[in-house]
């Protein structure tokens, strides 16, 4: 990938732990901070995006959730847990994360 400003979705590979609840790790970077989309299905026309009030968007086309990701700040390196559960009525809760310590801790 050459030529572009665009940067690259880092689109978290989600697994289905049980109907409606998928989680993914995320691995923060060297300052702490990651970015991510979630796609259905591992489609990416089926993008799962934030809107500014971070509240769920899509499933949308690529075009369509272009610059609108979540952010997840902490210590540099450190692994996140991100669940989306589908079944969660409040499209403000569906994606959420916390620190994972077992794995900090390693």
Not at 29 to 53: C, K, M, W
Not at 67 to 92: M, Q, S, Y
Request: hydrophobic share 40%; charged share 25%; no cysteine.
């Amino acid at each position: 990938g050459s030529g572009g400003g665009r940067a690259e979705h880092s689109y978290l590979p989600m697994i289905e732990e049980s109907p409606g609840l998928h989680v993914a790790e995320i691995v923060l970077d060297a300052v702490g901070g990651a970015s991510f989309q979630v796609l259905a299905d591992e489609r990416t026309d089926l993008v799962l995006y934030p809107n500014e009030e971070m509240t769920l968007q899509g499933p949308d086309t690529e075009a369509e959730a272009e610059n609108a990701e979540w952010h997840i700040v902490g210590v540099p390196f450190a692994v996140f847990e991100v669940t989306v559960n589908l079944l969660e009525p409040d499209r403000k809760r569906i994606v959420v994360w916390w620190p994972n310590e077992v794995k900090a801790l390693q």
